[in-house]
């Protein structure tokens, strides 16, 4: 049985600790995948970009036809409630979800807009280490197109291809992995977005509808350009990974954190892994 971290839920109008169960075997959302989800952070007394965070949430339910029943602004107040019951600067994961609890009236497969249901939950989870480089490797797996899954989505059906992503990789002896667009081009690692830096200039993957834009993907490169840095968007293959002066990863989880070995070649934590950290780590705290 897992050991679950300090853990707070809020459904239906009311606080809960635990991981409370909250699905049944007919649940839509139990067995046809009808959930979304979104993921923001606390840290330093900070939830930097949570609006952003939230509005997605509400998008990605409609892209999965599903009902965004809370506005952006109740989820903050939501959290906002929620951060008290932790102890002050507390590393958490924000985590608001819908999901579909019935299927439509004429087919099961469909899920009923009307019965979406939302909760908000978050819990301790400590930042990376960002002294501790990950390895990567590439994937034997690739991204779906828009046109066969919900990708415009943060949606839990898209997970299982990630988690086998990362099982492969880890039985040989990688944190985490690159996955593919259909056309052979690099997308992202199982778990966040990807940069590189060649030469003085930063490049990440093009946002060309595979994978999930992220939020802290968007702020960091905002934040490299407004400070001077070119930082491009690109369409990337393995090889400029594999002959890159830096790699680092971003995303909501870790939010900027180095890569220390592609394949069997060990890397630094150089100036441009640094520099976009000090950046998001400044615009979190003056927000």
């Given at each position: ?5 300090e ?19 007919r649940?839509?959302a ?10 923001a ?5 900070v939830?930097?970009d949570l ?8 998008r ?5 036809w599903?009902?965004?029943i ?12 929620g951060?008290?019951?932790f ?7 924000i985590?608001?979800?819908?999901w579909?609890?019935?299927g439509?009236?004429?087919s ?19 930042l990376p ?11 034997a797996y690739?991204?779906?197109l828009?046109m066969?899954a919900?990708t ?18 880890r ?8 996955l593919?667009?259909?056309l052979g081009?690099v997308?992202e ?9 060649k030469d003085g ?7 060309n509808?595979?994978?999930?834009n ?7 490169l ?5 400070e ?9 293959g ?11 990863v971003?995303?909501?989880y870790g939010k ?9 070649r ?7 892994f ?7 780590w400044d615009?979190a705290?003056?927000?």
């Amino acid at each position: 049985m897992a050991d679950w971290t300090e853990t707070h839920t809020f459904l239906d109008g009311e606080w809960f600790e635990g991981n409370k169960p909250i699905l049944g075997p007919r649940s839509h959302a139990f067995w046809l995948g009808t959930s979304v989800f979104d993921g923001a952070r606390a840290f330093e007394g900070v939830t930097p970009d949570l609006d952003q965070h939230c509005a997605r949430l509400n998008r990605s339910a409609q892209a999965l036809w599903l009902k965004p029943i809370m506005s952006v602004e109740a989820i903050q107040e939501l959290v906002k409630d929620g951060l008290k019951k932790f102890a002050p600067g507390s590393q958490l994961y924000i985590r608001p979800m819908y999901w579909a609890e019935h299927g439509s009236t004429t087919s099961s497969v469909p899920p009923d807009p009307e019965s979406t249901r939302f909760l908000l939950t978050m819990y301790v989870a400590p930042l990376p280490d960002p002294s501790k480089g990950i390895a990567i490797t590439r994937s034997a797996y690739s991204k779906p197109l828009p046109m066969t899954a919900p990708t415009q989505a943060k949606a839990g059906c898209l997970y299982p291809n990630n988690g086998r992503a990362l099982l492969e990789a880890r039985e040989r002896g990688f944190d985490n992995c690159i996955l593919f667009d259909m056309l052979g081009n690099v997308a992202e690692l199982a778990t966040a977005n990807v940069f590189l830096a060649k030469d003085g200039v930063v490049m990440t993957p093009m946002a060309n509808g595979s994978f999930l834009n992220g939020v802290t993907r968007q702020r960091v490169l905002k934040l490299m350009r407004a400070e001077g840095m070119d930082a491009q968007e690109r369409t990337l293959g393995y090889a400029d990974f594999e002959t890159a002066d830096e790699i680092f990863v971003v995303g909501n989880y870790g939010k900027v954190t180095p890569v220390g070995r592609i394949d069997e070649r060990t890397l630094q934590s150089g100036p441009m892994f640094r520099k976009a950290r000090e950046l998001y780590w400044d615009y979190a705290h003056s927000r």
